[in-house]
Structures are given as C-alpha cells and as structure tokens.
C-alpha cells in the first residue's frame, strides 16, 4: 500500500474510527520514540551530550523549567 493510498483509506474514516487512529498512531510514535533513545543512549551517542547538560548544569548555566 502507497502513503497515497493510505491518505484516501484514513480521509474516508468516520470521526470515531480517525480518533482510534490518532491514539493507535500517538502510541506507536512513542514507542518507537523510546527505542530510538534507548538505542542511542546504549550505544553512547548521548553521552557527549550528557556531559555538556552536566557541565552548564555545574556552572549555574541551566535554564529553569
């Protein structure tokens, strides 16, 4: 199936059935949002970043939330 394709299919839904896909969709983006980190941090690609967050945080340089 093309994205087309898929873009015909998910305009024809009914409103009930497109917001049980909004929360399929927001889920499955989440999920694959965590293994993407997961991934990153088990392989150190975060680490450098981690040290700089680290580093502004112990000169005061940290912005408050």
Known sequence: MTLTEIE??????????????????????????????????SSGRLDAIAREALNEFRRGQNIPL
Request: hydrophobic share 35%.
């Open 8 to 41: 015909q299919k998910v305009a024809q839904l009914r409103p009930e059935e497109l917001a049980e896909v909004r929360e399929w969709f927001r889920r499955f983006d989440g999920n694959y949002w965590d293994e993407q980190i997961e991934k990153d941090a």
